[in-house]
């Protein structure tokens, strides 16, 4: 399938709704109350983020942190004080990515792809770095090649974002069928390596 496959589009929303109905509809609801004997506040976090030709929308992660006002303004860093107990072990996981299923039924999102950044974050970038806009061509996904190796998470400075978006650039320009196949299989050893 291309990316303008209807086809395409409907065997990821089957797998997206089989993993949700399988998967995740018993597993959210253990997640939610182990976030909720943890610490006070919404067993999601909802940000916003850039997704396809840039047009905002609410990302849905689990809440991995205290409340706090910084949350969209504020990168998570190594050691961040923000940072709940059960929220240490989501993120190390990636547990706390999996709400981002019922993204992708929305439409939102794609199983791979670009990672969405969160809009401030692409503010600060966008003007150091020609054609980050172009990461938005395509649906943002859960994992993607940039992800799958290596750069995941705290964006520390340019050159980071930089390895970053060349990677999504490649994604979309390479795309094919096997380079899917090849960034899930890297996931799930990125994942089982921690």
Request: with cysteine.
């Amino acid at each position: 399938c291309d990316w303008s496959s209807d086809v395409c589009s409907s065997d990821l929303f089957f797998f997206a709704f089989t993993f949700f109905v399988v998967v995740l509809s018993w597993l959210i609801p253990l997640i939610a109350i182990l976030i909720k004997l943890d610490s006070k506040g919404p067993v999601f976090f909802v940000q916003r983020r850039n997704g396809l030709k840039n047009k905002p929308f609410g990302c849905i992660k689990f809440r991995t942190m205290v409340v706090n006002q910084e949350a969209d303004t504020k990168q998570a860093t190594k050691g961040d004080a923000r940072i709940t107990s059960v929220g240490k072990f989501l993120r190390k996981s990636s547990i706390d990515e999996l709400p981002q299923f019922i993204n992708v039924l929305k439409g939102d999102m794609s199983l791979i792809g670009p990672r969405p950044h969160p809009i401030k974050l692409n503010e600060k970038f966008a003007v150091h770095i020609h054609n980050l806009m172009a990461r938005h061509y395509v649906k943002p996904g859960i994992t993607g090649l940039a992800q799958c190796m290596g750069y995941r998470g705290e964006t520390k400075d340019l050159a980071d974002m930089e390895n970053r978006v060349r990677l999504d650039r490649y994604y979309i320009e390479h795309w094919s069928f096997w380079l899917d196949i090849k960034i899930v299989f890297l996931t799930v050893v990125s994942l089982l390596r921690g």
